[in-house]
T-cell receptor, first 114, second 114 residues
């Protein structure tokens, strides 16, 4: 079946603009995660959804970052007033439920803030 | 505090040589351990995971890892590598107390030379 998809694959924006990144999880997966991967670094956890609620959003770096999810489907990560330090690859993952289940990752969105 | 340490940022080896990629973690609670691989221009893919039971875990593509609780390590090994194993490898930990989030190491770039 189809894997996790993300769009756009690449996004270049100017400092101060808002951006929206989209994630389509694997059908039937109730858990969804967002991570950020800065150049040369590991992945940083941002937020976790179970269904459309977010029990853990402790990884969001500032109030410029927000995310929402529609039911057990699409999620959108929004970054307002982008800064150069927001440049990174943003990865989405989904899993069947949580805890025991493997997280399947999408290909990521490469965000470049000029 | 860093929870996952990958001791080598780059590991160059020749084809058909054995390889070990090292991973150490810090935690005072039970953990679940994972190795992911990221091939060039592709998303993260699960190689193997340790949840419980036998400490020697076998994964895809001939890789295996051993959970050593006393040394808080989860090193990844392959007895004979191929050029196609060239990729970035990430060790990740899920703590019993941290819900579903994964904490990743900074990655090890494995380069297999002919």
């Amino acid at each position: 079946g189809a894997g996790v998809s993300q769009s756009p694959s690449n996004k270049v924006t100017e400092k101060g603009k808002d951006v929206e990144l989209r994630c389509d999880p694997i059908s039937g997966h109730t858990a969804l995660y967002w991570y950020r991967q800065r150049l040369g670094q590991g992945l940083e956890f941002l937020i976790y959804f179970q269904g459309n609620s977010a029990p853990d959003k402790s990884g969001l770096p500032s109030d410029r970052f927000s995310a929402e999810r529609t039911g057990e489907s699409v999620s959108t990560l929004t970054i307002q007033r982008t800064q150069q330090e927001d440049s990174a690859v943003y990865l989405c993952a989904s899993s069947l439920r949580q805890i025991w289940d493997t997280q399947y990752f999408g290909p990521g969105t490469r965000l470049t803030v000029l | 505090a860093q929870s996952v340490t990958q001791l080598d940022s780059q590991v160059p080896v020749f084809e058909e040589a054995p390889v070990e990629l090292r991973c150490n973690y810090s935690s005072s609670v039970s953990v679940y351990l994972f190795w992911y691989v990221q091939y060039p221009n592709q998303g993260l893919q699960l190689l193997l995971k340790y949840l419980s039971g036998s400490t020697l875990v076998k994964g895809i593509n001939g890789f295996e890892a051993e959970f050593n609780k006393s040394q808080t390590s989860f090193h990844l090994r392959k007895p004979s590598v191929h050029i196609s194993d060239t990729a970035e490898y990430f060790c990740a930990v899920r703590k019993e107390t941290s819900g579903s989030r994964l904490t990743f190491g900074e990655g090890t770039q494995l380069t297999v030379n002919p």
